[in-house]
Each structure stands twice: as structure tokens, then as C-alpha cells.
């Protein structure tokens, strides 16, 4: 482990003679592990009873055989492939619904060529900013809206 992290003080005895190796058979380091905590989270959100709403499946449940929210990201993936070289709407610190509203004047269509579909209708796909520890207690949520994109989404 010692060998692949940046270069340090602590020299362990040996860790010269294996560091070629360890490059070699872990080359992404624990980067690969890890995501950065200040990565934008997409979300996806719908009109639901007049109002948006989060329409992630949550958590997988049932042991690890419902798959349902693992196949969901893949689907928001494939949503997002077709639609992003368009330009977002920049939230520009605006709370969510304020934003997702005044995002829906610009709507995209498209198709889900997922085979089990959640997100069908009107779908807004969220680029959310985790807010720093340090600023918790001024943010009712644990994050910002970044950009939002609404899309019309057509399920086969």
C-alpha cells in the first residue's frame, strides 16, 4: 500500500524491491477505489401530484436481488448520453424547484433504450453539488443544484 501512495517520509523496509511490481499489478493506484467528494451526483426528478420530485429507486433491497437501483443508473447513463453535448440550464444558486421550473421551458425529447425502463414522461436529469462539511449547517439539503436538464422521455 505504502508504495502507492505520493511520495512521503515513511520508507518501509523492502518497499524499493516490490514497488515495480505493485505499479505493475495495481496501476490505478487506490484512485481507482475511490470517487471524489466533490463530484456533481446526477439525480433524476419528475412531476409527481403537481410537484417535482426525486424519482431515484432508492437503494437495492431484497438481499441484493432487486437490481432495480443498480440498472437505474445505467438508464440515467443512457438518458444523459444522448443529451449531453446540449447546453444545460446553469441553476445559478437557485433552490431545486426554482430551477427545475424555470428549466421546463426547454425541453428535449428522447428515447429510453433501457429494456426495463423507470424513467418515462417528463424526466429532469440533475447535476448536484455536495455541499462542504463545513457549510452544513447553513443547507437544508446535502445538495446544491448545479445544472439541470428536462427532458421528454418516450419508453419503448
Known amino acids: 500500500m ?22 505493475t499489478v495495481v496501476p490505478q493506484g487506490w484512485a481507482f477505489f475511490t470517487k471524489s467528494p466533490r463530484e456533481t451526483d446526477m439525480d433524476p426528478y419528475g412531476p409527481v401530484d403537481g410537484a417535482w420530485r426525486s424519482l431515484r ?10 437490481r432495480e437501483s443498480r440498472a437505474q443508473g445505467l438508464e440515467i447513463g443512457l438518458l444523459f448520453y444522448q443529451v449531453q453535448d446540449s447546453k444545460p440550464f446553469a441553476c445559478e444558486r437557485r433552490a431545486l424547484t426554482d430551477c427545475l421550473d424555470r428549466a ?30 463545513a457549510w452544513r449547517d447553513f443547507y437544508a439539503d446535502t445538495h446544491t443544484p448545479k445544472s439541470v436538464r428536462v427532458l421528454e422521455v418516450t419508453c419503448g
Open 2 to 23: 505504502q508504495t502507492q501512495l505520493p511520495d512521503n517520509a515513511v520508507k518501509l523496509p523492502g518497499q524499493a524491491s516490490v514497488e515495480s511490481t505493485t505499479r
Open 57 to 66: 429507486s432508492g437503494r437495492h433491497a431484497e438481499y441484493g436481488f432487486n
Open 104 to 133: 421546463s421551458a426547454d425541453i428535449t425529447p428522447v428515447g429510453n433504450p433501457s429494456p426495463s425502463p423507470t424513467l418515462c414522461g417528463r424526466v429532469a436529469l440533475v447535476d448536484q453539488l455536495p455541499v462542504p462539511y
